[in-house]
């Protein structure tokens, strides 16, 4: 099975930097997602890993330890429209569609 | 280029009746997944498809039924709604390969009483 952990909510300023982690536990790993939902939409894509690293996106990165388990995603220089749960999501080994998503991490960005 | 279309967007159901959730890409897509999202418990996949005439269950598949007659639509039919399954679903597709993210559909909002 897979179990995937992550804040359920954090604040940070408009203009900073703020790190979202996701820790996982996973039968098998075939990749690392994390996608964006503003409240009462659906959510859209930002990024995959699927190798050790960091992944840069613009303003956006995530970076991936498949030994510990563990992602984060970095966002830089807030803006008030990245008010939004971030969800992070992994992709099981044996079946490309069984992406398994955990509960989400809200993030208010403040003024 | 519409993307995942879902319908309806909101429904009321009274126990007991049945319904389908329709959804459908126009991105040749073959994958198609729909999941539920309850309130503190994130995404839970329901049924999923790899390609036409090919499904299987998800992690939550209990009342719930699917079919996949062609690469475009891939409905979701509630056999006997429960109040247990008032829930915001949501379609999904993506392309095959690794890497390649869901694209979602809008949601539908069921209510059942």
């Known amino acids: 099975g897979q179990n995937i952990d992550q804040p359920t909510e954090m604040t940070a300023t408009e203009g900073a930097i703020v790190q979202i982690n996701c820790t996982y536990q996973?039968?098998?790993?075939?990749?690392l997602f994390w996608y964006q939902q503003h409240a009462g939409e659906a959510p859209t894509f930002l990024s995959y890993?699927?190798?050790?690293g960091l992944e840069e996106k613009g303003r956006f990165s995530s970076f991936l330890s498949r030994s510990k388990g563990y992602s984060y995603l970095l966002l830089k220089e807030l803006q008030m429209k990245d008010s939004a749960s971030y969800l992070c999501?992994?992709?099981?080994?044996?079946?490309?569609?069984?992406?398994?998503f955990g509960a989400g991490t809200r993030l208010t960005v403040k003024p | 280029n519409a993307g995942v279309t879902q319908t309806p967007k909101f429904q009321v159901l009274k126990t007991g009746q049945s319904m389908t959730l329709q959804c459908a890409q126009d991105m040749n897509h073959e994958y198609m997944s729909w999941y539920r999202q309850d309130p503190g418990m994130g995404l839970r996949l329901i049924h999923y498809?790899?390609?036409?005439?090919?499904?299987d269950q998800g992690e939550v598949p209990n009342g719930y039924n699917v079919s996949r007659s062609t690469t475009e639509d891939f409905p979701l039919r509630l056999l006997s709604a429960a109040p247990s399954q008032t829930s915001v679903y949501f379609c999904?597709?993506?392309?095959?390969?690794?890497?390649?993210?869901?694209?979602f559909g809008s949601g539908t909002r069921l209510t059942v009483v």
């Open positions: 999501a992994v992709r099981g080994r044996y079946n490309n569609n069984d992406m398994r």
């Open positions: 999904a597709s993506s392309y095959g390969g690794l890497g390649y993210g869901y694209t």
């Open positions: 498809s790899v390609g036409a005439g090919i499904t």
């Open positions: 996973t039968s098998g790993f075939n990749g």
């Open positions: 890993n699927v190798l050790d």
